[in-house]
């Protein structure tokens, strides 16, 4: 595995303690893509919070990663008064994903379109667009197969 491929390529190093951490709940689960998913994680988490993202470094036997904090702009990072944490009120990454589209960039959702955007099943995608409306930030339009959801 080298920094070119790690995000396409999946070593499992030591199963012991993979499988130890899972029955532990600990991780969810591994296997091709969990790796790749995760240093986009990385990088999508530091690039929200205006950081840079994660340095890797191959280092032979093992890669290491440096994360690089606000320095100076601590204080940055502490919330405002008045704004909401949406993972605290229970919003996953897609939703807060997709609130993000439609209040930042005007985008209208429907049911299929959020299906291709994240990936997930019909099922999915309409628990997790209920779950948007019921936080009162996103209305619903029109009923059945024409339903397409915005930004309050």
Sequence with gaps: MTLANIERKHVLRNPLIANY???????EKWGPGVARFG???MRRLMREH???EPHLEDLSDFFAVTFYGPGDRILDLI???????LRALGLNERQIEALRLMVNEGKELGNADYRQLF????????R???GLVQ????????????????AQ
């Design 79 to 85: 919330p405002e008064e008045g704004v909401t944490d």
């Design 21 to 27: 951490l899972y029955d532990i709940f600990y991780i």
């Design 39 to 41: 240093i986009a994680r």
């Design 50 to 52: 205006g950081l840079a």
């Design 128 to 130: 997790d667009l209920t």
């Design 119 to 126: 990936n997930v099943s019909q099922r999915t995608a309409t």
């Design 135 to 150: 936080t009162g930030w996103v209305h619903q339009i029109g009923v059945k197969r024409g339903t397409r959801y915005t």
